[in-house]
């Protein structure tokens, strides 16, 4: 193993043209200046991001490396600036905030800007809010240095919670001075929080199409793809389709069907079931031949369906999915959703009578529900996050025929959403 760590180690040198592949030595890392070695993390980590995962081993054995580096070194090593931007960008880009630490108590020369380690060390202690002023006078004065984007990027970091809009200018200027970086990344994908969370639809729309373009790859971009759900959902209203599908567009057919899928659920849970079908029918395009792809397409789709006139076939549609291709969570789902029909289906019950099937459609749904039914808060893990759900606004545009227009049935419709919420709520909580 440490004759593959070096040999790794080495490959990201050689990029750098400090040496040949198979021939590094332990005496070669205690000579190496700082900012080499800084030169060679930056470019491991840069790699990552743009999708060569495989490269996480060697950022953490190039962290250890810097650290022994950086711990064994001379302060005469320190009285160049590259080697204290080395020092001070490493403990930026995850290194031991320790060593930071030890170094500012051996530097008798002031080869630190004591301002800088006074106010990184406070926030690798996780108490950024003190320095959140002082640190934008910093950036300023460092901006067109080599730790200016990482401080930038730590700004905007200790500022977004008390000021989300001036946490959106540092991590601009974080990713524009720093493009293709680790920096940018990050900056990038925090930006489109930003966004979603304060409702600016334009910005969020552009921030999530440049995150796409760019680092779809990225290990962290599960994340992303977590806030652009979301977006979604819950804009959706006021995003422009096209935009939408431009950022699908970057992705593989796999990728944007996951998403479609995504989509599709948080949607249906919502009540927002114009969006749940479209997306499930997206979804459906892109799943392909085969056999059983296209399920969950299928009931997010039969979700949506639910509270149309088409309801029967609806409720056909979610008892022929096989109970195997379901998780859990999804049977639990399907299991409300025939709650509901249920409820729609079956007539009022008038005072001195006793209840009586709307039709035979009903012996299937209970039926289906009987088989279906999970035990509640005895799921097991991995069960996907659901959204917070919203209230359900009445049905418009429908017709005195149609069965919404019954104020009775109209509770039925509301009470069944309320335990398709209910149950959604549980599986979050057994999902934490």
């Known amino acids: ?150 401080l930038a990027l730590v700004a905007g970091n200790v500022t977004i919670s008390t000021n989300p809009k ?77 935009d939408v599908s431009a950022i699908l567009g970057y992705m593989d057919k796999d990728r944007a069907r996951e998403i479609y899928l995504r989509i599709a659920r948080a949607a249906a849970v919502r009540g927002k079931n114009q969006l749940a079908g479209l997306a499930a029918e997206r979804a459906k395009a892109l799943s392909g031949t ?6 969950l397409a299928r009931l997010y789709g039969g979700l949506a369906d639910v509270p149309t006139s088409d309801i029967v076939s609806a409720v056909d549609a979610l008892a022929s999915i096989p109970e195997k291709d379901l998780s859990p969570a999804d049977q639990a789902l399907r299991a409300a959703a025939e709650a509901v029909a249920r409820e729609i289906l079956t007539q009022p019950v008038q005072e001195g009578s006793s209840p009586r099937p709307a039709d035979t459609a009903v012996t299937t749904v209970e039926a289906a529900a009987t088989q279906a039914q999970p035990e509640p808060l005895q799921f097991p893990g991995g069960i996907p996050p659901t959204e917070t759900v919203a209230e359900d606004a009445a049905p418009s545009g429908t017709t005195p025929g149609e069965i919404a227009m019954d104020p009775q049935l109209q509770d039925f419709v509301s009470s069944g959403h309320s335990k398709l919420r209910e149950i959604d709520s549980l599986l979050q909580e057994e999902a934490q």
Not at 64 to 83: C, G, P, Q
Not at 290 to 295: L, M, R, S, V
Request: with cysteine; net charge negative.
């Open 1 to 150: 193993m440490a004759g593959l760590r070096r040999s790794l180690f080495c490959s990201a040198l050689t990029v750098l043209g400090l040496c040949v592949p198979g021939q590094v030595r332990s005496e070669d890392l205690e000579t190496i200046a700082p900012y080499k070695m800084l030169r060679s993390l930056q470019f491991v980590q840069d790699s990552v991001v743009l999708g060569d995962h495989s490269a996480g081993e060697m950022q953490r054995f190039m962290l250890e490396t810097i650290d022994k580096r950086l711990r064994h070194a001379d302060a005469s090593v320190f009285e160049s600036t590259d080697n204290v931007d080395a020092a001070l960008i490493y403990a930026m880009s995850g290194g031991n905030p320790q060593t930071l630490e030890y170094l500012v108590a051996r530097d008798v020369d002031g080869n630190f800007d004591n301002r800088v380690t006074d106010a990184l060390r406070k926030y690798l202690a996780g108490k950024g809010t003190l320095i959140a002023k002082s640190l934008g006078g910093l950036v300023s004065e460092y901006k067109d240095s080599k730790i200016g984007p990482y």
């Open 166 to 242: 001036g946490a959106l200018k540092f991590y601009d200027w974080a990713r524009l001075t720093a493009p293709g970086t680790i920096v940018e990344e990050a900056a990038l994908r925090r930006s489109v929080a930003i966004a979603v969370e304060t409702g600016d639809v334009a910005k969020a729309t552009a921030y999530s199409n440049r995150y796409a373009r760019r680092f779809l790859h990225s290990p962290y971009a599960s994340q992303f793809a977590d806030l652009f759900v979301r977006l979604v959902v819950e804009r959706y209203e006021a995003l422009n389709a096209e």
């Open 290 to 295: 085969a056999e059983g792809a296209d399920t």
